[in-house]
Protein backbone atom coordinates (compact mmCIF):
# COMPACT_ATOMS: atom_id res chain seq x y z
CA UNK A 1 0.00 0.00 0.00
CA UNK A 2 1.26 3.43 -0.60
CA UNK A 3 2.08 5.40 2.93
CA UNK A 4 0.68 8.86 2.97
CA UNK A 5 2.63 12.15 2.52
CA UNK A 6 2.02 15.06 4.96
CA UNK A 7 4.21 17.83 6.06
CA UNK A 8 5.15 17.51 9.48
CA UNK A 9 5.83 20.14 12.68
CA UNK A 10 8.74 19.37 14.83
CA UNK A 11 8.89 20.26 18.36
CA UNK A 12 12.29 20.81 20.51
CA UNK A 13 12.24 21.45 24.08
CA UNK A 14 14.21 23.78 25.27
CA UNK A 15 17.01 23.30 27.59
CA UNK A 16 17.19 24.95 30.77
CA UNK A 17 20.19 27.12 29.73
CA UNK A 18 18.85 28.43 26.90
CA UNK A 19 16.52 31.46 26.36
CA UNK A 20 15.31 31.70 22.86
CA UNK A 21 14.93 29.32 19.98
CA UNK A 22 16.67 28.65 16.51
CA UNK A 23 16.08 31.00 13.87
CA UNK A 24 13.11 30.54 12.08
CA UNK A 25 11.36 28.22 15.49
CA UNK A 26 8.58 29.16 17.11
CA UNK A 27 8.23 29.14 21.04
CA UNK A 28 5.38 28.39 22.65
CA UNK A 29 6.31 27.92 26.76
CA UNK A 30 9.51 25.90 26.96
CA UNK A 31 9.00 24.42 23.38
CA UNK A 32 10.27 25.34 20.10
CA UNK A 33 8.00 24.30 16.80
CA UNK A 34 9.08 24.62 13.38
CA UNK A 35 6.88 23.64 10.27
CA UNK A 36 8.35 22.06 7.64
CA UNK A 37 6.75 21.98 4.31
CA UNK A 38 8.30 18.95 2.57
CA UNK A 39 6.01 15.98 2.84
CA UNK A 40 6.99 13.01 4.22
CA UNK A 41 5.94 9.63 5.42
CA UNK A 42 5.24 9.51 8.90
CA UNK A 43 8.35 7.58 9.55
CA UNK A 44 10.80 9.75 7.48
CA UNK A 45 9.15 12.88 9.07
CA UNK A 46 9.93 11.58 12.72
CA UNK A 47 13.50 10.51 12.01
CA UNK A 48 14.16 13.97 10.02
CA UNK A 49 12.82 15.68 13.27
CA UNK A 50 14.97 13.36 15.56
CA UNK A 51 18.15 14.00 13.40
CA UNK A 52 17.30 17.89 13.73
CA UNK A 53 17.16 17.48 17.73
CA UNK A 54 13.25 16.75 18.36
CA UNK A 55 10.30 15.02 17.56
CA UNK A 56 7.29 15.14 15.72
CA UNK A 57 4.86 17.44 17.77
CA UNK A 58 3.12 16.45 20.32
CA UNK A 59 0.00 18.66 21.51
CA UNK A 60 -0.99 18.81 25.53
CA UNK A 61 -3.09 21.56 25.57
CA UNK A 62 -5.97 23.43 24.05
CA UNK A 63 -3.92 26.44 23.83
CA UNK A 64 -0.76 24.54 22.51
CA UNK A 65 -3.28 23.27 19.53
CA UNK A 66 -4.85 26.51 18.97
CA UNK A 67 -0.83 28.07 18.89
CA UNK A 68 -0.16 25.07 16.42
CA UNK A 69 -3.18 26.01 14.09
CA UNK A 70 -1.97 29.22 14.38
CA UNK A 71 1.50 28.30 12.82
CA UNK A 72 0.39 25.51 10.48
CA UNK A 73 -2.05 28.34 8.70
CA UNK A 74 0.49 30.95 9.28
CA UNK A 75 3.32 29.07 6.90
CA UNK A 76 0.45 27.50 4.30
CA UNK A 77 -2.40 29.93 4.60
CA UNK A 78 -4.65 26.57 4.69
CA UNK A 79 -4.76 23.32 6.81
CA UNK A 80 -2.88 21.17 5.22
CA UNK A 81 -2.61 17.73 6.31
CA UNK A 82 0.51 17.71 8.98
CA UNK A 83 2.17 14.72 10.77
CA UNK A 84 2.54 14.97 14.49
CA UNK A 85 3.86 12.72 16.59
CA UNK A 86 0.61 10.37 17.57
CA UNK A 87 0.72 7.64 15.56
CA UNK A 88 -1.95 3.77 15.29
CA UNK A 89 1.25 2.10 13.21
CA UNK A 90 0.62 -1.06 16.02
CA UNK A 91 -3.03 -0.81 16.18
CA UNK A 92 -5.27 1.06 14.03
CA UNK A 93 -7.55 3.95 15.88
CA UNK A 94 -5.27 3.83 18.54
CA UNK A 95 -3.19 6.61 18.59
CA UNK A 96 0.36 6.98 20.97
CA UNK A 97 3.06 8.95 20.72
CA UNK A 98 6.18 6.77 19.51
CA UNK A 99 10.00 7.85 19.81
CA UNK A 100 12.15 5.82 17.78
Known sequence: SKEML????????????KKDCPDGWFQFGHQCFSFISSAKTWIEAQIFCQFDGGNLASIHSYEENRFVQTLTRGNTHDFPETWIGGTDAIHVWKYFYLII
Do not use: F, T, V
Open 6 to 17: KQLLLRLSLSYM
